[in-house]
């Protein structure tokens, strides 16, 4: 399975500003995407990643607050801008291998925003 | 509305019971149900997976049991050990490009 790593793993920040999240993958794979995990719940897909394409977003998660870059086929990063409180949860990527359904997870981002 | 549907929500276990995590979907348009275990400050790690086209799948203590009628999938864990305390999670996807529609997970503790 591919080697995700994550960056920052944590980071705490004031409300009002904005932070980006890296990931980056040891091989070059299609599909990325973005997952939120408040604390102590499950994870929510935020956003497919493609490669060449505009980001997909699910409902409920717009552009303007989760802007997304995928430059190639190893690199993403998601921006949580203009944060407040309530954006304070684990940010996880993910990469499609193999049969394209099977997702392997990046160790995460700990995001606290006060 | 919730997709995947995950009971129990905490489940404690005696070492070297059977831990057993129960998942039901809605969408038929499901055809991969994978289950993942996520220890505190980790990401989520694959443990196992299957298909609707076979009825239980088994990879060393771990195995799928799957009813495509019922729509029903479930986890069992043979011989728990206090190593496999942790938070599981099932999921299910209808293509590659849709991701993962997870369950709200099960936190379980394997007492010694």
């Known amino acids: 399975s591919a080697v995700i790593s994550q960056k920052p793993s944590r980071d705490i920040c004031q409300r009002g500003t904005s932070l980006t999240i890296q990931c980056q993958v040891d091989?070059?794979?299609?599909?990325m995407f973005w997952y939120r995990q408040q604390p102590g719940q499950s994870l929510t897909l935020i956003a497919t990643?493609?490669?060449?394409?505009?980001?997909?977003?699910e409902s409920g998660f717009v552009i303007d607050k989760f802007p997304i870059s995928r430059p190639n086929l190893t690199f993403s990063t998601l921006t949580v801008s203009n944060m407040s409180p309530e954006d304070s949860s684990i940010y996880l990527c993910s990469v499609a291998q193999g049969d394209q359904e099977t997702q392997y997870f990046g160790p995460g981002t700990r995001l606290l925003v006060l | 509305q919730q997709q995947v549907k995950q009971s129990p929500q905490s489940l404690i276990v005696q070492k070297g019971g059977i831990s057993i995590i129960n998942c039901a979907y809605e969408?038929?348009?499901?055809?991969?149900f994978p289950w993942y275990q996520q220890f505190p400050g980790k990401g989520p790690a694959l443990l196992i997976a299957?298909?609707?086209?076979?009825s239980e799948k088994k990879e060393g203590r771990f195995t799928i049991s799957f009813n495509k009628s019922a729509k029903q999938f479930s986890l069992h864990i043979m011989d728990s050990q206090p190593g496999d305390s942790a938070t599981y999670f099932c999921a299910a996807t209808g293509g590659g490009a849709d991701g993962l529609t997870f369950g709200k997970g099960t936190h379980l503790i394997i007492q010694p």
């Open positions: 091989s070059q794979v299609t599909m």
């Open positions: 969408n038929t348009a499901f055809d991969y």
């Open positions: 299957i298909r609707p086209d076979v």
């Open positions: 990643a493609n490669q060449g394409s505009e980001a997909t977003y």
